[in-house]
T-cell receptor
Framework: DAKTTQPPSMDCAEGRAANLPCNHS???????VYWYRQIHSQGPQYIIH???NNETNEMASLIITEDRKSSTLILPHATLRDTAVYYC??????????????FGQGTELSVKP | DTEVTQTPKHLVMGMTNKKSLKCEQH?????MYWYKQKAKKPPELMFV???????INESVPSRFSPECPNSSLLNLHLHALQPEDSALYLC????????????FGQGTRLTVV
């Protein structure tokens, strides 16, 4: 699985958009980009995933660059409850080996009033 | 029902004890995972079961013994653990090898004394 690189921490003002970057320069053609978050002492929570097109759901938007070497998770109106560690994961599909989720170090997002 | 249930939530055990962690899901998922998470670190994959068969063992010591008695249930049997095995143990489930997201339980906080 391709390795991901994320900044260790970020701050965001409540009500503003939080933009979390992720580099995955060694991503291969059949690998998807997934985002999870983990609020303190809870299990990781799925946010969104994509292959090459931008994706949006009720939680967030995912912007993937055309060369697929990086992506950005956007929380459009961050709230204090969005304070968490955010993990960007590259995951292959099609085999059980590819289906496993390998977590990197993540970005600790602090949303401040 | 999109819930993965782990029991117990907290467990304290001595180094000579035998205990088991339990994980249950009723989403029809046929892949189930065990992760270990130390404080301030990302989750680390331990085991993957696919269609009730062990498909991945990430070189985990034999004092951790996984079991998948049926498609809804996953156990982790613990024996002769060390204090450094104290951690949050997370269970997850998904469809095997596919694109669909994995769902995580809230974890069992294990303390070995």
């Amino acid at each position: 699985d391709a390795k991901t690189t994320q900044p260790p921490s970020m701050d965001c003002a409540e009500g503003r958009a939080a933009n979390l970057p992720c580099n995955h320069s060694t991503i291969s053609g059949n690998e998807y980009v997934y985002w999870y978050r983990q609020i303190h002492s809870q299990g990781p929570q799925y946010i969104i995933h994509g292959l090459k097109n931008n994706e949006t759901n009720e939680m967030a938007s995912l912007i993937i660059t055309e060369d697929r070497k990086s992506s950005t998770l956007i929380l459009p109106h961050a709230t204090l409850r969005d304070t968490a560690v955010y993990y960007c994961i590259v995951r292959g599909v099609g085999t059980i080996q590819g289906g496993k989720l390998i977590f990197g170090q993540g970005t600790e997002l602090s949303v401040k009033p | 029902d999109t819930e993965v249930t782990q029991t117990p939530k907290h467990l304290v055990m001595g180094m000579t004890n035998k205990k088991s962690l339990k994980c249950e899901q009723h989403m029809g998922h046929r892949a189930m995972y065990w992760y270990k998470q130390k404080a301030k670190k990302p989750p680390e994959l331990m085991f993957v079961y696919s269609y009730e068969k062990l498909s991945i063992n990430e070189s985990v010591p034999s004092r951790f013994s996984p079991e998948c008695p049926n498609s809804s249930l996953l156990n982790l049997h613990l024996h002769a653990l060390q204090p450094e095995d104290s951690a949050l143990y997370l269970c997850a489930s998904s469809q095997p090898g596919g694109v669909a997201e994995a769902f995580f339980g809230q974890g069992t906080r294990l303390t070995v004394v």
